[in-house]
């Protein structure tokens, strides 16, 4: 009997210890669908599904019979299938510990470091290094760094999860360190430092013996003199100071002696029962369910029958690429063999030519394989393997590489491969197999690659061996790759190159080299070098062989044509240097050694283990212990996130009748609906109903959150590609959206189409514009020695909180109500737009957040596309209706940050002083209204940043396209507003040939100034952040520094930038500006409390927990917060614009003084009585315990953008900040090497949370500007959707030092405690990266003979750097005639 035809397998595997066994089991549900779902095992997190984020990250246990050993490997739940787990141990987050039974050391110590904020990365974090552990109890900072590759944190900027597993590794003493070389906690001390003089001068030292050691000398000098300037001048204001040193400063944000000690011994075993059955691991197995079956067999000839049997079948391994294909690119495959039982596909063997790796062999395991070779073979032998592991290190993540497999790469024949360049270029060789013609060998060179994707493997055939060959003596081999981002990502260009001399000579004997990312498959383009020697003259005609070979066509996929091309070169060039070094030490008479400056062209990236200091003010001397204010206490909730026990809206428990929803989606930017076919989808089995704007009144089907113009459901023209159409409801998710793909719909295209911001003003397609006009511009700039225009694009930004929207709404039945679950960051503006939508009053539905797994502003009000439709489904079927978008869904549905284009006219004296400035702002608004005109407004109003000038304009316009609806994203326009002016000032000091920091501190504004929206500045604190961070970071010195660098440097800059900010807080429509809070004491004294504020990450329920503490004179862990509710406290305004804690907290301080004033007479009665006893007391009198606050911001009027009259903001935050970058001239690769912040936060209600927001803001900052791109076709699809096209910074893309200060003695008396708003004002620091970026830009422009001034839009992406470098490389591939082919994609 054929395997597919035996009976179905019982799938057996241990969870946590427990053995399950599941007789009938769908080989298509993944691991963690089943987790989640069938076990109720919620702590894994789904974040995208492709195993793009490291939410879902698992350890998996395998008892490996040959070596007698347990291996342990993370993967990534979501790609693997259930089924391929049978045999095999898998542990969650839940498996080993909880705050029941007791805390992994793992997961305390990330929450006691603060490393947890929205929590929802938190397991998946918590995974990954508990299974280093497992693998490597003291493991080293690059096992870490190894291990990590493949998680990403939306919040925190990875600092302090780095921080607090730092303390696991050989790089920390008994506990964490502050990452400073002398850090007193390495030293075994308890943290004693006093910021000084001397302790400084030692750390930077060795900060630059890291970095360049020929920088020691003058620096210290210049440094000591700054140090004092900063220690004992007038910039420390009241701050205690004597002799320099201050007492009132600290870096302790967390004590490790609360850490309990990790003991390795203690870790739960491995199923003993998983030791005791090897048939387990040997059987044959087939699991059957209604579409697909998974056949997995033991032998060779099983496998080539099976495959000869079903030649469509596809073989799985790590499903990293099947997976895939069947979730985003609706591929169905229903027999499915898994091939790793088979002997032959899984050995590796050590051959006389090479390395022989089974096809099934994972990358994971390659890459131990050939890291053995290379440490016992001699160097010549090893450089192809050598080269390959290079790769490995920017190959997916950890859990990638441990579940993908080097046949799976090879047979995927994807054109950006990481391996196959490498593969052919080193000439390795494949075995194949069919039932019917055995074996045959097959060379990978330019023949194997036959078409996209496509190979010259026949269907019935399976790859058995690749053979990876040992390099001789006279053959070198690199191999390159060019990425978005360095870790995780796919290549942009890579490349493998190989030459072989005739032996001791250095005429070349052969030359292969591949490339991906070049055309439509690997291409080896033969540049027939074969008898030259290895010289300029071969290098100029091997350029230009390239150029022609490797042509790309303006729309090729993928874009960046030129820089693609130009990338090409580069590495061709760079392995031109590498070999004539290599060829120089053999034959130093022939060939000339290597340059300084050549040397640098060759180097690689290399791991540096990152350190940051955080300094902040201590409490006051004589605060109660008891009083947490001031203090750096741990997020309330981080625990529970360790643990995987926090619950989110898809955790919670499903009802019995609940029923799923999928969204049905345009596909179309600007069209009629001529007519939907949903016939197919409600037939499907499974289906309850399929939603149309047809079944809603059309007055109810209308929505939106300040105009009313948008649709929940679109009736009759779709004006974006994401625009809800429908909505299908089934049993469940699976069934649900493959019904939401068979709906068919008819459309006729609606001219015009408006994509861009410049098709929009062609088109005057916008809302306003609006004015704000201070002084005589006109005749500010006809007065000016000087005028300068220029114009800057600030592209938009995906908020990528790693839990998507999640909804469940759940009707009440009797009176046509809803409770609605939401992750929204505004409860009441669902609350409403639900009410309206079903048609009855507020009163009937309540809208409840318990958290979110971050918002960033996504959550503010673009929720509601995805609640609404939900909420109508389950109010007319009376069940349960929920949804989780899927990544994809999301990013393509709810908009991102605004696009802008800025333009600028800007008047100049010859000492550098502004007289009139004249600005245009466009914001790529998308399709509706949304919050935009705000955004714009909020744009306008932020435009000075820092500086004054007489005579202002500056006129807003928020763009109507045909794109998503783009809405907030903190900073709210203000990050875009100010770079636009900070381009301004950098381009007005060029042309002046005057020093940025000059013309910047010149027109620096003070107390007493006023803004250009006529706002009087007071307790202005820029100037004081400003000279502290100059002091901090030593700026005067290693700005010279930098200088040295860049002239000793051809192919590598660097540039050094010093920032100012300002953030104006409060709500600019004055109605926001209010607050509730509700407090209920208990007669056993606990306090239960709810604010308005939502719980995004940010620690907002900690402050507001820690300013009831002060209030009631209780510690804070009596007091506990369950939820957001409308229902508690209602007309709520949103989590937003940095205001929560400010307003909010004023509202639980007014609740909380209500009740100690009514406990005043049993405090007074009875001194001694104890909080338990006055409540008691209070209560037995009949005293209500219950009492709500309410809170108003006074001193603001918002701003009438008619009139020009009004105080938008109750104060303005202030920060400065210097970032030092590297740039690889040839790449556009590039490195933050060091950033500090002095940030004003008032007087910190939680220093550790308010460090949290300003690293979590700033490394938000760096991913806007210089990585984050979002791509949209021509015809406004959004082609960067999920972790794999889009790229947020990851851990190594952080400062490698991060430092950061909070401003001591600025107490703000116009919040909450003397603090000051936090989350907002440091995200746009990150644009002194962006600036430091463009001045190392400059350098190698200067060098080139180009004009230093130059256009730079944001971000500063690989490509945009490479090619503003210029140099003969990018000018050869520059094509200047007007292209009129359609490109791949457009800037919107
Ligand atoms: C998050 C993520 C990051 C990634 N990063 C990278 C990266 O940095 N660089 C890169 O190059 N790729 C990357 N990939 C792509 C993918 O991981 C690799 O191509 C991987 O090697 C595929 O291996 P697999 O075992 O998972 O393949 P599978 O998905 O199991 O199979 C892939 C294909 O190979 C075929 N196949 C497998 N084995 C055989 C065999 N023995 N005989 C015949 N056909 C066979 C299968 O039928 C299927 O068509 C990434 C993927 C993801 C999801
Ligand atoms: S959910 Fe699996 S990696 Fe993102
Ligand atoms: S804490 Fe990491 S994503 Fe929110």
Redesign the pocket.
């Known amino acids: 009997m054929a395997q597919d035809a035996g009976p179905m397998s019982t799938l057996v595997f241990f969870v946590n210890g427990k053995k399950l066994e599941d007789p009938d089991v769908d080989p298509e549900v993944t691991l963690l669908t089943y987790l989640r779902q069938k076990l109720r095992l919620c702590g894994t997190k789904l974040g995208c599904g ?3 984020c490291g939410a879902c990250t698992v350890m998996i246990s395998r008892y490996d019979r040959e070596a007698d050993k347990v291996e342990h490997y993370s993967i ?1 739940a979501c ?1 693997a299938p259930v089924v391929s787990l049978h045999g095999l141990a898998v542990t969650t987050v839940e498996g080993i510990g909880s705050t029941r039974t007791g805390l992994h050391a793992v997961q305390e110590r990330i929450a006691l470091a603060h490393g947890s904020q929205c929590g929802f990365c938190t397991p998946g974090m918590v995974m990954s290094m508990y299974t280093l552990l497992r693998n490597k109890p003291r493991p080293s900072m690059a096992d870490l760094d190894e291990y990590f590759a ?1 998680n990403l944190c939306r919040c925190t900027g990875y600092r302090p999860i780095i921080e607090g597993f730092r303390s696991f590794t050989t790089d920390a003493g008994a506990g964490g360190s502050c990452g400073r070389s002398d850090c007193c906690r390495r030293k075994g001390k308890g943290c004693d430092v006093k910021v000084m003089n001397g302790e400084m001068n030692g750390d930077t030292n060795d900060m630059y013996g890291d970095m360049n050691n020929d920088m020691n000398g003058d620096m210290n000098n210049d440094m000591n003199g700054e140090m004092n300037d900063h220690m004992n001048g007038e910039t420390n204001g009241d701050v205690n100071n004597v002799n320099g040193v201050t007492d009132d400063i600290s870096h302790v944000l967390y004590d490790t002696k609360e850490f309990q000690p990790y003991d390795p011994t203690q870790e739960i075993i491995f199923p003993p029962e998983l030791k005791l059955h090897p048939e387990w691991q040997t059987q044959n197995l087939v699991f059957r369910g209604p579409r697909v079956s998974y056949l997995r067999p033991s032998s060779l000839s099983e496998l080539l029958c099976l495959k000869a049997e079903h030649p469509g079948a ?11 294909e069947v979730k985003f690119k609706n591929q169905t495959y229903p027999v499915l063999i898994n ?1 790793t039982n088979v002997a032959e ?1 899984t050995k590796v063997a050590l051959t006389k030519g090479g390395v022989a790796f089974g ?2 062999v994972t ?1 994971s395991a390659v890459e131990e394989t050939l890291r053995r070779q290379v440490n016992a073979l001699p160097e010549y032998r090893t450089r192809i393997f050598s080269a390959i592991l290079e790769m490995l290190r ?4 950890k859990q ?1 590489r441990n ?7 090879i ?2 024949s ?1 054109p ?4 196959n360049p490498l593969l052919a270029a080193a000439g390795a060789r494949l075995t ?1 197999r069919s039932a019917e013609n055995g074996e045959r060998e097959i060379l990978m060179d330019q023949h194997f690659f036959t078409g996209y994707r496509r190979n010259s ?1 026949r269907p019935e ?4 061996t690749v053979l990876i060959p040992f390099s001789q003596k006279s053959e070198y081999f690199l191999g390159f790759k060019q990425s978005r981002r360095r870790e ?4 942009i260009v890579n490349a493998g190159l190989r030459v072989r001399f005739l032996r001791e000579t250095t005429t070349v004997e052969e030359v292969v080299v591949a490339f991906g990312g070049m055309g439509p498959t690997t291409v080896l383009p033969l540049l027939n070098l074969e008898g030259r020697c290895w010289d300029s003259s071969l290098l100029e005609t091997g350029t230009s062989r390239l150029l022609q070979m490797l042509p790309l066509a303006p729309s090729a996929p993928g874009g960046m044509v030129e820089y693609r091309r130009t990338l090409a070169l580069s590495f061709f060039f760079k392995f031109y240097l590498s070999v004539r070094g290599r060829l120089s030490e053999q034959f130093p008479s022939l060939v000339a050694a290597l340059t300084e400056e050549e040397k640098e062209a060759t180097k690689e990236h290399r791991h540096v283990t990152p350190k940051s200091t955080q300094l902040f003010q201590t409490v006051p001397l004589g605060q109660s212990p008891q009083d947490p204010i001031g203090r750096p206490l741990t997020h309330a909730s981080a625990l529970q996130q360790a643990t995987g026990e926090a619950l989110y809206v898809d955790d919670l428990p499903r009802y019995q009748n609940e029923l799923y929803g999928a969204l049905v989606l345009s596909s179309r930017a600007h069209a009629k609906i001529l007519s939907i076919d949903a016939s197919h989808a409600r037939g499907m089995e499974g289906v309850e109903r399929v939603f149309f704007a047809e079944d809603l009144e059309a007055e109810r089907n209308k929505t939106g959150c300040i105009l009313t113009d948008e649709e929940i459901f679109v009736s009759d023209t779709v004006t974006c590609v994401g625009q809800v159409v429908g909505l299908v409801v089934a049993k469940d998710q699976a069934t649900a959206q493959r019904a939401a793909k068979l709906v068919r719909i008819d459309y006729e295209d609606v001219k015009p189409l408006i994509i861009t911001i410049q098709d929009a003003i062609r088109e005057k397609s916008w809302w306003g514009p609006w004015t704000i006009d201070q002084g005589d511009v006109e005749q500010g700039l006809k007065s000016s020695p000087h005028v300068l225009e220029g114009e800057m694009h600030v592209g938009g930004q995906e908020h990528f909180y790693l839990e998507t929207n999640a909804h469940l709404a759940v009707p009440r039945g009797e009176d046509g109500g809803m409770d609605v679950f939401s992750s929204t960051q505004n409860p009441t503006l669902t609350q409403q737009l639900v009410a309206r939508a079903l048609g009855v009053a507020c009163n009937r539905v309540t809208c409840r957040v318990k958290r979110m797994g971050g918002g960033f502003g996504g959550k503010e009000t673009r929720n509601n596309s995805v609640t609404l439709p939900i909420c109508v489904a389950a109010s007319v079927l009376n069940r349960p209706v929920r949804i989780m978008l899927d990544r994809d869904e999301d990013m393509q549905i709810t908009g991102t940050r605004h696009p802008f284009l800025g333009r600028w006219k800007v008047g100049v004296t010859k000492d550098g002083f502004f007289t009139a400035l004249d600005m245009e702002f466009y914001a790529n608004a998308g399709c509706s209204a949304n919050q935009s005109l705000d955004v714009v407004q909020k744009a306008m109003l932020s435009m000075d940043n820092v500086y004054r000038c007489k005579n202002r304009r500056v006129t807003g316009y928020a763009c109507r396209t045909h794109l998503p609806s783009n809405t907030a994203f903190r900073g709210f326009g203000g990050p875009q507003g100010m770079l636009f002016t900070e381009d301004m000032v950098a381009r007005a000091a060029d042309f002046l040939g005057m020093d940025h920091d000059e013309i910047r501190r010149k027109n620096m504004i003070d107390s007493g100034d006023v803004t250009h929206f006529d706002q009087p500045l007071d307790r202005c604190t820029i100037r004081r952040c400003w000279d502290d961070v100059i002091a901090q970071s030593t700026y005067h010195a290693r700005r010279e520094a930098v200088e040295r660098f860049n002239k000793g440097s051809k192919y590598r800059k660097r540039g050094i930038y010093l920032l100012p900010t300002k953030f104006g807080i409060a709500f600019s429509v004055l109605f926001l500006n209010q607050a509730g809070a509700l407090v209920h004491v208990f007669t056993d004294g606990s306090v239960l409390l709810t604010h308005g504020g939502t719980e995004m990450g940010q620690g907002l329920h900690t402050k507001m927990i820690q300013v009831a503490s002060r209030v009631l004179r209780i510690p804070a862990s009596r007091i506990h917060i369950s939820e957001t509710s409308t229902d508690k406290v209602p007309n709520t305004t949103s989590t937003a614009a940095s205001f929560s804690s400010d307003l909010n907290g004023m509202a639980v301080l007014n609740a909380c003084s209500t009740i100690m004033n009514r406990l005043e007479p049993y405090m007074a009665k009875n001194p001694k009585g104890g909080w338990d006893g006055w409540v008691k007391a209070a209560y037995l009198d009949r005293v209500s315990l219950s009492a709500t606050g309410f809170h108003k911001t006074s001193g603001i009027t918002g701003y009438d953008f008619d009139t020009h009259k009004g105080i938008p903001f109750s104060y303005f935050s202030y920060g400065a900040a210097v970032t030092e970058v590297e740039v690889d001239c040839l790449t556009g690769d590039h490195s933050v090497l060091r950033t500090d912040i002095v940030m004003d936060v008032g007087e910190s209600l939680n220093p550790a949370l308010d460090i949290g927001q300003v690293e979590g803001g700033f490394t938000q900052g760096l991913g806007l500007f210089t990585l984050e791109e979002l791509r949209f076709s021509p015809e406004g699809v959004l082609l960067t959707r999920g ?2 096209m889009y790229k947020i910074p990851g851990f190594q893309d952080i400062p490698r030092e991060f430092n950061v200060s909070l401003l001591r003695g600025a107490p703000n008396p116009r919040a909450i405690f003397s603090s000051k708003a936090i989350g907002e004002p440091p995200l746009f620091l990150a644009s002194s990266a962006f600036l430091a970026i463009r001045q190392a830009v400059a350098a190698a422009r200067a060098e080139q003979g180009m004009d230093p001034v130059f256009r730079f839009d944001s971000p500063a992406t690989a490509e945009r750097i490479r090619m503003a470098c210029g140099d003969a490389l990018a000018r050869m591939t520059t094509t200047d005639t007007a292209d009129t082919s359609k490109p791949w994609s457009v800037t919107v």
Do not use: C, Q
């Open positions: 492709e195993g793009g990534n790609l493949g596809r073989i799985v391994v790590g499903n990293t690429e099947v997976g895939i091939p596909l096809a099934s990358l920017w190959f997916g993540g990638i579940a993908a497999a080097i046949g799976g790469n047979m995927t994807s950006i491969s990481d391996l194949v493997v055939e399976v790859l058995v995780d990502d796919i290549a972790p794999g």
